[in-house]
């Protein structure tokens, strides 16, 4: 558990902002107090962090999200996902410890969910794939295939 913070009391939880803790602080391995909420806290203390200006995306949220066992899980995946965040980050590819964590198992948030045998979770990440990837416009003046209009050089 992160120092000044309750995950599983709300009131105290609101006791340690209300004097003065940084619920934005960021350890080495990027890991914020809002990370290890959205693994283990109640989703009513996760909406206390983000009441208090929390930053979704800074701690690699989807990531603890991914191993969250709780029976709100799905419910709060689909919150996230609400937030817009990249579905397909690999752990730390933005952090300037991404080469010292890169031996730590790194992977996107579907490898921490199917790696916890959350196949739940699993399903919901491969249809927000399906469902981003056919949201991206086709280049068509960069197909090749049967029916293409351009060649290859």
């Not at 934005?24 to 990370?35: A, V």
Request: proline share 5%; glycine share 6%; with cysteine.
């Amino acid at each position: 558990m992160d120092p000044g913070f309750s995950y599983h009391d709300a009131d105290l939880t609101m006791w340690f902002l209300a004097h003065g803790a940084n619920p934005n602080q960021r350890c080495g391995k990027d890991r914020t107090t809002l990370s290890t909420a959205f693994q283990v806290a109640s989703f009513e203390i996760i909406q206390k962090l983000l009441e208090h200006g929390v930053d979704v995306f800074q701690g690699q949220v989807l990531h603890y999200a991914a191993r969250r066992r709780l029976d709100d899980r799905l419910q709060v995946l689909d919150f996230l996902l609400e937030k817009g965040l990249p579905i397909n980050n690999i752990m730390f590819l933005y952090s300037d410890d991404y080469y010292a964590n890169m031996f730590d198992g790194i992977g996107t948030p579907l490898h921490y969910a199917a790696d916890a045998g959350l196949l739940d979770l699993s399903n919901i990440w491969l249809r927000e794939e399906r469902q981003q990837e056919s949201e991206i416009p086709q280049d068509e003046s960069l197909s090749t295939g049967p029916n293409s209009t351009t060649t290859r050089p």
